[in-house]
């Protein structure tokens, strides 16, 4: 069982452990899928960009398996106003970035972001590096099983605006389901849930795990969504 509460004592693990039949698919990606299956985007070989992590965090909600997302404060220099997970920079405290750095840094930021006790929640997995070439942060994506679910909000406003949780049903519904197009050319899948439009990066990944999970529905890749330059 992973040890997550006290993110600075003692190891942080990856288990399997007891996860629900429904994660299995979930689990399967993670043990095959190849860094250019999930993006083009991967980190400079040279080694730049700031090292950092996100927390996908599944959880079974009244209306089933959910994932736990939070909207970015719009004053922030990155990414304002966008959804995404919870994550962040590793701290020098979080540990080596090539060991178990990211997975102490996503609890950690998840922590501080939405207030999540995590010593309800068990690592299983995590996915390869990926690069926001955007903001210059090669990301960790690291995967968890909400076990024994904690109350959620917005901890610091000037960094989150909310925090709200999806259920998978929704992100798989082909209504929900558009195409981004950035005024830079820019176009990637998109997400139209919880009175959120879901892109860029965390879209990106949440596509290519319905995809490669066999959770992925039929639809229209035609239905765009302009987005503002600004974005």
């Not at 209306?63 to 909207?71: Q, V």
């Not at 917005?154 to 209504?175: G, K, Q, S, Y």
């Not at 981004?180 to 990944?205: D, K």
């Amino acid at each position: 069982m992973t040890r997550a509460s006290g993110t600075q004592d003692g190891p942080v693990v990856l288990s399997k452990e007891g996860l629900p039949d429904w994660l299995g698919p979930v689990v399967r990606v993670v043990e095959t899928v190849e860094p250019l299956q999930l993006s083009r985007f991967l980190p400079p070989e040279n080694g730049a960009g700031r090292q950092s992590a996100v927390l996908i965090l599944f959880g079974e909600g009244e209306c089933g398996p959910e994932l736990l997302l939070m909207e970015r404060a719009s004053s922030l220099r990155s990414h304002a106003g966008q959804p995404s997970f919870p994550g962040g920079a590793l701290d020098p405290e979080d540990g080596d970035p090539q060991a178990d750095g990211p997975l102490r840094a996503a609890l950690r930021e998840a922590e501080e972001e939405t207030g999540l006790d995590p010593s309800g929640v068990q690592l299983f997995g995590v996915l390869p590096k990926l690069y926001i070439p955007v903001s210059g942060f090669v990301v960790t994506p690291v995967l968890g099983w909400w076990r024994e679910p904690s109350p959620v909000d917005v901890v610091d406003p000037n960094e989150t605006a909310r925090v709200f949780t999806v259920p998978v049903a929704d992100l798989t519904n082909p209504d929900n389901r558009a195409t981004t197009v950035h005024p830079s050319g820019y176009r990637g899948p998109a997400f139209l849930v919880e009175s959120a439009l879901v892109w860029g990066f965390t879209a990106g990944i949440i596509d290519r795990l319905l995809h490669f999970s066999g959770w992925e529905r039929p639809w229209d890749r035609g239905k765009q969504v302009p987005l503002d330059w600004r974005s």
